[in-house]
């Protein structure tokens, strides 16, 4: 009899920051089932961000589990400077101008600094500015200048340093600054396992990124976070370029507008999973619990809708990182990710993964799949070196349970990222195919994972400990005392 240990899917990715900085706060978040942490680079400094990666690699060690680190870099985003009172109250209807001069004075009712020197040359008479994440909106008048002159369109508060953004995109920033550049140095020598390259506009941005990722040292993977309108028109190209994708949903919802951002999830979600790429959801998706213990209706609805519609991982921002209830907020999401998971049957989509094969190992992946949808196993069983056939199998979304055993720690903290599969520490050494596959069966029996009578695929390399070896699968079962039986190579 199986034990069928109820193992959630989707993977949660939490954001670090004062609230998890508490005396005991950060161990409760990590217990409550964060598979993945966000260091914010946009916030802190790298000293910050050391200290929480140790400690985050320590009670990864003391839980015996992997969690991922991803390094989300600032990227250019465009801001008011300050405010001499720290904040002003607009009107609908007043004059109010965008001084874009290196030198330009603490703001007031009438004008504010603007951290983007070049904003003058990006807009025209009759733009639309949005600033504070939509919630003021400026219509642009005259440019003058280095002075933007424009006319607010709604009323409401404006503080010091929020954010700013041109209504359709169009604005010509690069992807990284400066302070990108020497934050993915940090990022380097903190060891982290992905780098999120913010406001990206192609995959030439990608690849600038992880051009100096690997200058510095750096394996991480690079993760294009999807937030500005250009990247919608060269989607596919950022997709094949980057190894992991975010739907980025505040700036990318004010540059485009509220009504476009449900359909453009689901095409983004679709677009990197049949790519091949993981998934992360993110912005609000639990924001009321930044001061409530729990999330409103329509919070569980878009967490689970973004479940449904085939997500790796869901995210946390501020929930997490400066909330009151971070680990409530943990715990709610893992809860709403198990209820979505359970309520809705998940059938592997073959015909989709055809028209990608590339590799061996995807076939090898496609055929394990389509075994374990045809026969019923308990589950699939990938020795992996990199990680790569576990994320070929993750990508066909099927109910059945994906073990990732690599003896890689850097693979075992990239799987963490991918839906359905479970990351174990697990060296083959010098075993044969045969006898590796059998001493994996024995290794879950021994973790509860797997029980007698329990039948499961693996798939492995007739070449154990190469990269992109896999090319075999074998049916076992599982006999007395976690004694694989019936291996058979398929």
């Not at 965008?98 to 603007?114: K, N, S």
């Not at 060269?234 to 997709?239: F, M």
């Not at 485009?256 to 992360?280: F, N």
Request: with cysteine; net charge neutral; proline share 3%.
């Amino acid at each position: 009899m199986s034990p069928n240990p109820e193992l959630r899917r989707t993977k949660i990715l939490a954001t670090l920051g004062p609230a998890t900085d508490a005396p005991g706060v950060l161990e409760a978040v990590l217990a409550a089932g964060v598979n993945v942490v966000r260091l914010n680079f946009s916030h802190g400094t790298a000293e910050h961000h050391r200290i929480r990666a140790n400690a985050v690699r320590e009670l990864a060690t003391k839980f015996g589990r992997e969690i991922g680190i991803l390094a989300d870099l600032g990227g250019p985003k465009i801001r008011v400077e300050k405010f001499a009172n720290q904040k002003v109250q607009l009107k609908s209807g007043q004059s109010f101008v965008l001084d874009c001069r290196v030198d330009a004075p603490p703001g007031d009712e009438t004008r504010v600094g603007c951290s983007y020197l070049g904003l003058p040359q990006d807009v025209r008479v009759g733009d639309t500015l949005l600033l504070d994440d939509g919630l003021i909106a400026l219509e642009v008048l005259s440019v003058e200048g280095q002075e933007i002159h424009t006319r607010a369109i709604t009323d409401g508060p404006l503080s010091d340093r929020k954010g700013l953004n041109r209504l359709g995109g169009g604005l010509s920033l690069g992807a990284l600054t400066d302070k990108d550049r020497a934050d993915i140095r940090t990022a380097a020598e903190l060891g982290v396992d992905f780098i999120a390259i913010s406001f990206c506009r192609s995959a030439a941005d990608i690849e600038e990124a992880r051009t100096l990722a690997r200058a510095a040292g750096s394996n991480a993977q690079m993760v294009a976070k999807i937030e500005r309108a250009e990247a919608i028109t060269n989607l596919r190209e950022i997709v094949d370029a980057s190894e992991v994708v975010m739907v980025a949903r505040g700036d990318l919802g004010v540059e485009i507008g509220d009504a476009e951002l449900p359909g453009l999830q689901k095409t983004i979600i679709r677009e990197a999973v049949e790519r091949g790429r993981v998934v992360i959801t993110a912005t609000q998706m639990l924001q009321s619990m930044v001061d409530n213990p729990i999330p409103t209706r329509a919070e569980v609805l878009d967490v689970a809708n973004s479940v449904i519609d085939g997500t790796d991982a869901v995210m946390l921002s501020a929930e997490s990182a400066s909330g009151a209830w971070p680990q409530k907020a943990i715990e709610a999401m893992a809860r709403i990710c198990l209820g979505a998971e359970r309520q809705f049957k998940t059938v592997a989509d073959f015909g989709s993964a055809q028209e990608h094969l590339a590799h061996v190992d995807q076939a090898i992946a496609m055929g394990a799949m389509f075994l374990a949808e045809h026969i019923k196993v308990r589950a699939i069983i990938a020795l992996t070196e990199s990680g790569g056939t576990a994320r070929y199998l993750s990508r066909f979304r099927s109910a059945v349970p994906i073990f990732g055993l690599s003896r890689h720690v850097a693979a075992r903290r990239r799987m963490s990222m991918m839906r359905d599969v479970h990351p174990v520490d697990f060296d083959s050494g010098d075993l044969s195919p045969r006898k590796a596959a059998r001493a994996a069966v024995e290794k879950l029996f021994s973790l509860g994972l797997l029980a007698v009578g329990d039948r499961v695929v693996i798939t492995a390399g007739d070449h154990m400990q190469q990269h992109g070896s896999t090319n075999t699968l074998r049916l076992l079962r599982v006999g007395e005392g976690g004694v694989a039986e019936g291996l058979g190579k398929l």
